[in-house]
């Protein structure tokens, strides 16, 4: 995790709970990160749970790793470091969407197990639902889907430190959510999903 750099801050507890708002809109704030390859799926599932999960009354907000890259962490590269600090950034405001009450949908390669993991702990030390959703895609697929062009740019050298090309992906070991891209419908993959969501008393199941 960063380093604390600033000193004489204090923590300022408010008056209004993570009850409070979970009272107020119906249902409690978690993050479901999304994590798999590029052109796994990991965007389209979330754009459609979000409209579902609208549907159902229930407020979500999509964290997308390339609308974040142009925003917030717009100063980051693609080298391990930058990897690293650009999920422990968008980590931490997920948390803060999440504690608002809001499903926080945060899409993003993320392909070291050790940042997924530093977020997960930020979750739980806060008593924050932290789902781990791996859209599980072989490189073929993924590659042969090709949304943007990347794989393409990758494979003729014009894109560096490429995730499945020339830098690593490391699969969860233990998701709480498990879909496989390549092999069901956008529809299941949504229900899979809303499952976990009402199992965990997140939503109304």
């Given at each position: 995790?960063?380093?604390?750099?600033?000193?004489?801050?204090?923590?300022?507890?408010?008056?209004?709970?993570?009850d409070?708002?979970?009272?107020?809109?119906?249902?409690?704030?978690a993050?479901?990160w999304?994590?798999?390859?590029?052109?796994?799926?990991?965007?389209?599932?979330?754009?459609?749970?979000e409209g579902?999960?609208n549907?159902?009354?229930?407020?979500a907000?999509?964290?997308?790793?390339?609308?974040?890259?142009?925003?917030?962490?717009?100063?980051?590269?693609?080298?391990?470091?930058?990897?690293?600090?650009?999920?422990?950034?968008?980590?931490?405001?997920?948390?803060?969407?999440a504690d608002?009450?809001?499903?926080?949908?945060s899409?993003?390669?993320?392909?070291?197990?050790?940042?997924?993991?530093?977020?997960?702990e930020?979750?739980?030390?806060?008593?924050?639902?932290?789902i781990?959703?791996?859209?599980?895609?072989?490189l073929?697929?993924?590659?042969?889907?090709?949304?943007?062009?990347?794989?393409k740019k990758?494979?003729?050298?014009e894109?560096?430190?490429?995730?499945?090309?020339?830098d690593?992906?490391?699969?969860p070991?233990?998701?709480?959510?498990h879909l496989?891209?390549?092999?069901?419908?956008?529809n299941?993959?949504?229900?899979?999903?809303?499952?976990?969501?009402?199992?965990?008393?997140?939503i109304?199941?």
């Open positions: 995790m960063a380093e604390q750099k600033a000193t004489n801050v204090h923590w300022h507890e408010g008056d209004i709970t993570r409070h708002r979970a009272k107020l809109l119906g249902h409690r704030g993050t479901i999304f994590t798999g390859l590029s052109g796994s799926g990991k965007s389209t599932v979330a754009v459609e749970l579902v999960l549907e159902r009354g229930v407020l907000y999509r964290l997308d790793g390339d609308n974040v890259r142009m925003g917030i962490n717009k100063n980051l590269g693609f080298s391990a470091e930058d990897r690293t600090e650009n999920i422990r950034r968008i980590g931490e405001v997920a948390k803060l969407f608002s009450g809001i499903i926080a949908l899409s993003f390669i993320s392909p070291y197990v050790a940042d997924r993991d530093a977020v997960r930020l979750h739980a030390a806060a008593g924050i639902d932290f781990e959703v791996f859209v599980d895609c072989s073929e697929a993924a590659e042969g889907r090709d949304p943007k062009g990347l794989y990758a494979r003729a050298g894109i560096k430190n490429f995730t499945g090309i020339d690593p992906y490391e699969a070991p233990s998701a709480e959510v496989h891209s390549d092999k069901q419908t956008l299941e993959e949504v229900a899979q999903i809303l499952k976990q969501l009402g199992d965990r008393g997140i109304a199941a």
